[in-house]
């Protein structure tokens, strides 16, 4: 079953259980959407007016590498180099939203279907990204498949300098006027997968991929 679906049906019962219609109303729809409008937010830092530099800046603290290439047509030879400086394979999945790019021109082979066993590259674009914290904004759909960027060992992100928001309240906002409700994953990938539970000590990759490089597109 669609998580979307099975998400609705278990609202639904805990609405009849209050008793009340199974899909909320309009009117509910609009007094939920005031409240977030007339809701004050708390405390946020301020930021500069560069935030694409802001978040190149901030995605590098957290151990996220980044080239910066001027359009999309630029993106597979910025794998291409990225690949070939890591000695990483040549091959990688990539969401089924990536197929017009020129990956066969720039020598790479790329499959676009979700990750196996085995893939040790995935490709994927964002929703938007975060230039307060570096964060990368995912949203799983049925050709973004959220495991592209989980799964394998290093994780490959194209970030379009004109979806680059300043905070996650920026982000959420986004979601909510572009997709009106939340899909059945939204991702913040915030570097490399990390912990530090044994003896303190840092480790990458433990819960995801040891490496995440942004391809940030600037037009």
Known sequence: MDTSIARRNILARIRAAQGRE??????????????????????????PNDL????????????????????????????????TQHGLPLQAIAWQTLQDFNWTEAGLSIEFRKPEDGDV?????????????????LLSGPETYASAGLLPETHIAIVPASRIVAGHEDAFNLIRSERGELPRAVNFVSGPSRTGDIEQTIVLGAHGPYRVHAIVVRT
Do not use: W
Not at 23 to 36: I, T
Not at 62 to 81: F, G, I, Y
């Open 52 to 83: 694409v530099a802001r978040f190149i800046e901030e995605a590098q603290k957290l151990s996220t590498t980044v080239e910066s290439v001027d359009a999309l047509s630029d993106v597979p030879a910025a794998v291409l180099r990225y690949l």
């Open 121 to 137: 590259v995935g490709i994927t674009g964002c929703f938007c990204a975060t230039a307060e914290t570096g964060t990368l904004v």
């Open 22 to 47: 199974a899909a909320p109303a309009e009117s509910e729809r609009e007094a939920a959407a005031d409240y977030l409008a007339r809701h004050p937010q708390g405390p946020r830092p301020a930021m």
